[in-house]
């Protein structure tokens, strides 16, 4: 079992604690002049994306995490397992429901997302921060209304719900900040 | 792969002034500029300072070096050698010290004043310091705040930091269990939990205007510094600390004198370094030859320059002020 000291500890080293993987976020040494030191953290919890300060004494050591961030295309849905592909090797990972929770409604066939892989399984989904999506149902566009802020409901060929200017029609395709869950603007027909 | 300093043009700028500042300073007060070796035959027996070994050969058998972790050792055979007041500037490499605010590598000005005590050492750093930096520090208080260590935690926790009994031991505990939660006390003694508190929980009060004197630590806490037995029977190591905010830029010393107490405290070191599963480390026999043929009656402190650039050049991460820090060295 691989093992990290604390003076091996910097921004983005994988770990597990309790049971649940982590990664630094912030990593700082603190020592009195002389005496025992002390490593300050900012550690996130990968699983729940929860982020908390821990301090360990200097020397301790933690268990290394098998945790890689791969860039995958996303296939299809069978109704229980999300499917992604590694478009080098082909190999493909099937995501279970709590792997995909807060990203499902932003997943499109052959975009590229990056799957966090723990043991070799996807323990996250990070959609690209923006994606352009077809817009499948909204009430129909009203001409030359440009007022500020006037919005209305809008579902995406994702199954998202988003609000929308006015004038945007069904059937045209929007790009969409995935953070925010905002409409950005209208992709012209190219 | 990037080739480039993390560091800019500005901060070389203000680190050679800051240096031909420090040369200017000692040389108007009679204090000499030495050398001593960066890479010698013993080590620091510190057991919570780690050095850097490199193999080498002595008449043909293997003997393995150590990159000095400060100049103390060699500069006090110089003291014993009759240099009089002397000050270094140099590299010193401590193992397994890397943050924000540590760099493994980084820049020591140590110095010594024989016949100084503590306190009028602690004049002479506040000196320096305002010198260096109240030009770029206009907020800079003319006003230090001296304090002792027993001070600090009488006022912050109604704490007595010189007893360590049971009770004691128990509101230690409860203390950090409150404040810093996520720390395991399992395996901390009584001047481990002292050091959790005073870095979680004191020093983040130290005025960020003004430079902070903590003076007369635990006697456990001496290392290479005199101690004083007070009036109340309590002893104290006649040491102090210099911060400016929350930053530690140095450490200062009543300098032990005494041949025996300076054996014995390398030989202590080594034996609590066996106790805690560390290597042992080759004292510096030289050092304690000098210490019995005689150190003078001194004070001496080390200032961590890449600290101190850090605070003149307003930045946040010691690596901005070092050209190719660690990770890019």
Not at chain 2, 46 to 71: E, K, M, V
Not at chain 2, 254 to 264: A, D, G, K
């Amino acid at each position: 079992m691989a093992t990290y000291n604390t003076s091996e500890f910097k921004n983005g080293l994988k770990f597990i604690m309790d049971g649940d993987p982590y990664t630094i976020v912030d990593n700082e040494l603190v020592k009195p002049g002389k005496g025992q030191a002390f490593n300050r953290v900012k550690i996130r919890n990968l699983k729940t994306g929860r982020t908390i300060d821990k301090t360990w004494k200097s020397g301790e050591k933690v268990e290394a995490a098998d945790v890689m961030e791969v860039d995958m295309e996303y296939l299809y849905e069978d109704g229980e397992f999300w499917h992604f592909m590694e478009p080098t090797t082909f190999e493909q990972h099937g995501a279970g429901e709590a792997a995909v929770e807060d990203v499902k409604h932003w997943l499109k066939a052959q975009e590229t997302y990056i799957v966090t892989l723990w043991n070799g399984a996807p323990l996250t989904i990070s959609p690209p921060n923006f994606v352009e999506l077809q817009i499948t149902e909204c009430d129909p566009g009203v001409a030359g209304n440009t007022a500020q802020g006037a919005t209305k409901p809008a579902i995406v060929e994702t199954g998202a719900q988003i609000k929308v200017p006015l004038f945007v029609e069904e059937g045209e395709m929007v790009k969409i900040d995935t953070r925010t869950g905002e409409y950005i603007s209208r992709v012209k027909d190219s | 792969m990037s080739w480039k300093p993390t560091s800019n043009q500005e901060t070389r700028l203000l680190r050679a002034k800051m240096n031909r500042d420090i040369r200017e300073f000692f040389y108007q007060r009679n204090v000499l500029e030495v050398e001593t070796p960066a890479l010698s035959q013993a080590g620091n027996t510190d057991p919570f300072i780690q050095s850097f070994q490199t193999p080498s050969l002595s008449l043909g058998i293997a003997l393995d070096r150590y990159l000095h972790t400060s100049p103390e050792y060699p500069m006090k055979r110089l003291l014993a050698a009759g240099s009089g007041d002397i000050y270094q500037l140099c590299k010193v490499w401590r193992k397994e010290e890397s943050g924000k605010n540590h760099n493994p590598e980084f820049t020591l000005l140590e110095w010594y004043r024989i016949g100084f005590s503590t306190k009028e050492l602690m004049l002479e750093v506040s000196e320096l310091l305002h010198f260096l930096l109240a030009p770029l520090l206009p907020s800079l208080s003319q006003n230090n705040k001296m304090i002792s260590y027993e001070q600090l935690f009488l006022e912050k926790f109604e704490l007595n930091p010189h007893i360590a009994n049971q009770e004691a031991l128990q509101k230690l505990q409860k203390l950090i269990n409150t404040f810093i939660p996520s720390l395991n006390t399992a395996d901390l003694d009584h001047q481990a939990m002292l050091d959790a508190l005073l870095t979680h929980c004191i020093e983040p009060d130290f005025d960020k205007d003004g430079l902070t004197f903590v003076y007369d630590y635990p006697a456990s806490q001496s290392a290479l510094a005199k101690i004083n037995k007070r009036d109340d029977n309590t002893q104290v190591a006649m040491r102090f600390e210099v911060y400016l905010g929350q930053s530690e830029l140095g450490n200062g010393y009543q300098e032990e004198t005494n041949y025996q107490r300076n054996c014995s405290i390398l030989q202590n070191e080594n034996t609590q370094r066996k106790q805690i599963g560390l290597a042992q480390v080759t004292q510096d026999k030289h050092f304690l030859e000098a210490a019995k043929r005689g150190i003078p009656e001194s004070a001496g402190v080390a200032i961590g320059l890449d600290r101190v650039l850090m605070l003149m050049a307003d930045v946040d991460s010691i690596q901005k002020v070092i050209n190719f820090p660690w990770d890019v060295a």
